[in-house]
């Protein structure tokens, strides 16, 4: 019989399981206060309607999903063919019924939550390949699910703001987008701080850099290309106001 509790025992994984069904619970809650008409709504992300975000959450709980049972099974499962099938999945499952679409959300995060759940100890550390092509333990599959719920949230444009993202959770995201940029070379000549903090990121050999700093939640919306409310800039790259965020993903 199926366990009816996470057979991982390491706390830090028990934590990070925990702030991803955390993130579930809210992106859900956000989703069911909308309306079946206001799903037709816009979302926060150019070009994607609310059922945009519902739809590519739903798909990449399932996607997610297949990487769990690819390290449970050793049987190599991609998250998807291609980047185009992705896409093409988001497009048409935003045309689902509404109650399609709900139970889309529903029904993957249910998968998703179960195959985490049986997962043991000794499988999560198998290797699998992102849809980027990044090769990556299993227990980084709760990392990559955590992001999407959080930040997808928000952008159902309903109320949810970043300062609703727990601290550990913007400040890896923060990590993570400017991680990104470093590894891009797209950071040159701009810092970004969080005042009172020791989140400090950015080009540290630039003599005259750009310096975005804010709150935590207002510093994360910004780097993630999500606005500027919040956040200041000075130096050379600050002569129009807040300069738009490098590309993230």
């Not at 956000?30 to 150019?46: C, F, I, Q, R």
């Not at 994360?220 to 290309?225: H, I, K």
């Not at 606005?227 to 200041?232: M, N």
């Not at 600050?238 to 993230?248: E, Q």
Request: charged share 20%; glycine share 10%.
């Amino acid at each position: 019989m199926a366990a009816r509790h996470d057979l991982a025992t390491d706390p830090g994984l028990q934590e990070e399981l925990l702030q991803a069904r955390r993130g579930t619970a809210f992106f859900a809650r956000k989703l069911n206060e909308l309306t079946d008409a206001e799903l037709d709504g816009g979302s926060l992300l150019p070009r994607w309607t609310r059922r945009h975000v519902v739809a590519h959450v739903g798909y990449n709980a399932r996607a997610v999903a297949r990487l769990v049972e690819w390290a449970a099974t050793g049987v190599e499962t991609p998250m998807y063919p291609s980047t185009e099938v992705r896409d093409h999945e988001i497009s048409f499952g935003a045309t689902l019924s509404p109650i399609a679409l709900r139970n889309l959300f529903d029904h993957s995060a249910v998968h998703l939550s179960v195959e985490w759940r049986d997962l043991p100890d000794r499988d999560w550390a198998s290797e699998v390949k992102t849809i980027q092509g990044r090769t990556v333990p299993a227990s980084e599959t709760v990392w990559m699910r955590t992001r999407e719920v959080w930040i997808h949230a928000v952008d159902l444009g309903n109320g949810a703001t970043f300062a609703d993202v727990p601290a550990p959770v913007l400040e890896r995201l923060l990590r993570d987008i400017t991680g990104a940029w470093h590894a891009r070379g797209t950071d040159a000549g701009l810092m970004v701080r969080v005042p009172g903090t020791d989140l400090e990121f950015g080009d540290t050999g630039a003599e005259d850099p750009t310096i975005v700093s804010g709150p935590l939640p207002a510093v994360v919306e910004w780097a993630s290309g999500r606005g500027t409310g919040g956040v200041t800039a000075s130096g050379p790259g600050a002569t129009c106001g807040v300069p738009a965020a490098p590309k993230w993903i």
